[in-house]
């Protein structure tokens, strides 16, 4: 079974929204309320970039091209940390992949979810 699994992705239209969720049920709640959690984008021909990040203490940091259009949020009952992508641009478009670091340094990554932007 998956450490991370990502849902939510797909295609919206620019100025559009979408939710992107990252479940990680094999995490014990302990894990996952001290984990850092995040999401991660890459784009054709680009490297991994950071979109957002959120921090056991519900800390946040988002990247220079996000902030203020997207919001990362946790449910640590349900394992579960949310994007919410607003007033989406083509630039959004990119496969985003959720990331744990938990208190030990161990680190996870889901598979990816893509996000299409059109004009």
């Known amino acids: 079974q998956e450490q991370l699994v990502e849902s939510g992705g797909g295609l919206a239209q620019a100025g559009g929204s979408l939710r992107l969720s990252c479940k990680a049920p094999r995490f014990i709640l302990s894990t996952f309320s001290g984990a850092t959690m995040g999401w991660y984008r890459q784009a054709p021909d680009k490297e991994r970039a950071l979109v957002a990040t959120?921090?056991?203490?519900?800390?946040?940091e988002y990247g220079d091209s996000v902030k203020g259009r997207f919001t990362i949020s946790k449910d640590n009952a349900k394992r579960t940390v949310y994007l919410q992508m607003n007033n989406l641009e083509p630039d959004d478009t990119a496969v985003y992949y959720c990331s744990a670091v938990t208190a030990s340094g161990a680190r996870y990554w889901g598979h990816g979810t893509q996000v299409t932007v059109s004009s």
């Open positions: 959120i921090s056991g203490g519900r800390t946040t």
